[in-house]
């Protein structure tokens, strides 16, 4: 519920009203660069950059567009939610650390955030189809809100 709020406030100062979110516009207010890595191996998704003179996502280009979206949101989380950006390295291995669910589940809601998502099913029907493409996010990502958030017994979902 935190995360929720902490979300809320930033969509709310950079005026972001709808779906699908904007993360250069979020990334940009942070002074965050993102910098796209061809030579990443698949198993990396994404990482922190700091030094002296960068602050920067690095993210695998090589992934889909809708997968770099969540990593450079997952990122994001580690950086806004001041985890050591030091050390991170975002692969395959350590999903199950707590640090890892804060930063996936603060991606989960910045990429869709649950006003937007309840607004949109009280005022029209969806398939997971449709929310990953108004979202642009993929079908998982939509399964996994809407389980979390209990909407997922909505009657406006097909
Ligand atoms: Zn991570």
Redesign the pocket.
Known sequence: METRNKIKTILDKLEIKEPPIPLEKITTFFGLAVINYPKFPDSVSGTIIKDDDLLAIGVNDNHAKVRQRFTIA??LG?YILGHDVDK?L?DEF?KSSD??KE?NSFAGELLIPHHMLESDLKNQIWTIKDLSQRYQVSEQVVTIKLLESNLINNKNLK
């Open positions: 997952h990122e580690h991170i975002d350590d640090k890892e930063a």
